[in-house]
């Protein structure tokens, strides 16, 4: 009787992690340039990240800062991200085009 390697065999759990994970790796990372003319085409401007970074708590603060103002590139799923587009009011789905877009600048 043949029995399967359990080795090959994914759960659905497992599916689904590693799609959500090529679909995080697929964000390409945007310069400086790229992110802030995102930035403008939404009506914000660096001052505004940082003043929602200065809302963080006061220990991550001061790399949150240094994260952000001297960046050689962006990614999509840094752990910066997801707490300021939420304090933005930005949904998953609005950051996920806004990154595309601004991919294409």
Known sequence: MWTPDP???KTA?????EAEAQRRASFPKLSPRQFELMLLQIGLAAADIE????LLPEEDQPAALIEFRRANEYE???WLVEPIANALGFTELEMDTMWRYAAAL
């Open 7 to 9: 080795a090959i065999i």
């Open 13 to 17: 759990d497992q599916k689904t992690a």
């Open 76 to 78: 999509r799923y840094h």
């Open 51 to 54: 003043a929602q970074i200065l």
